[in-house]
Structure formats: C-alpha cells, structure tokens
C-alpha cells in the first residue's frame, strides 16, 4: 500500500470555483476505501458480490432519501465496488442551506509551496 506523500501526490478540486452546489442538479459521487481497502466484497466471474459490509453501505446510501427529501436516487445510478462506490445524487428541490467556500480555499497553495 502506498502511503500519502504530500510531495508526490497533489490533490487539485474539480469543483467549479463559482458554482453552487447546493442548487438543483445531479451530481456524479465517487467515494473510495481508506488505502481503497476491499472492504465491501468481490468481483467473482464478472458480478460484484457485495459482503455484509458492502450491504450496510447500500442500504445507508439509499437511507439518503428519508433523511434528505430534496434527494432522489435511482437503483440504477448507483454501484458497489470492492473499494469504492460509485452513484448519481439528483438535488430536486432547495436543499434550504445556504452555500459559500471560502476563496481561500480554491487557491490554497500546493503542499510544496507553489502557486496552485
């Protein structure tokens, strides 16, 4: 497993500077593993098989939906994998927050001092 090295790895957002993302819209959401661990089961000929690990985080991803009535997810916009999961957020409604990053935050400098 390969360590964090802030020199060798920089971590840029993709997020756009002005946009807000509490707005409506579907958002693509990627979340992996600490160390991408396969912690949620296997791929076996072709299929993911989810373990009980990968079951929890199913359902709580759907729990979404109860918790936050401005949400809508499909089953077919969202999958498990071994170390990561992969699905599309639709926001339908206000979400009732409102939304500013610091500027400071999208021009941060690098970890090694330079300009980002």
């Excluded at 729990?63 to 997810?73: A, D, E, I, M």
């Excluded at 969202?78 to 009732?96: A, C, K, Q, R, S």
């Amino acid at each position: 497993m390969t360590r964090y090295d802030p020199q060798r790895h920089h971590r840029r957002s993709i997020r756009l500077k002005e946009y807000d993302y509490t707005q409506p819209g579907a958002y693509f959401i990627t979340i992996c593993t600490h160390g991408r661990a396969p912690l949620f089961g296997d791929v076996v000929d072709g299929e993911m098989r989810l373990n009980e690990m990968g079951e929890i985080v199913r359902v709580e991803w759907f729990k979404t939906v109860q918790l936050r009535p401005y949400v809508v997810l499909h089953e077919d916009e969202f999958v498990v994998m071994p170390n990561h999961i992969h699905g599309i957020i639709w926001i339908v409604d206000d979400v009732g927050a409102t939304h500013h990053t610091p500027h400071h935050l999208y021009n941060s400098p690098k970890p090694d001092g330079g300009e980002p």
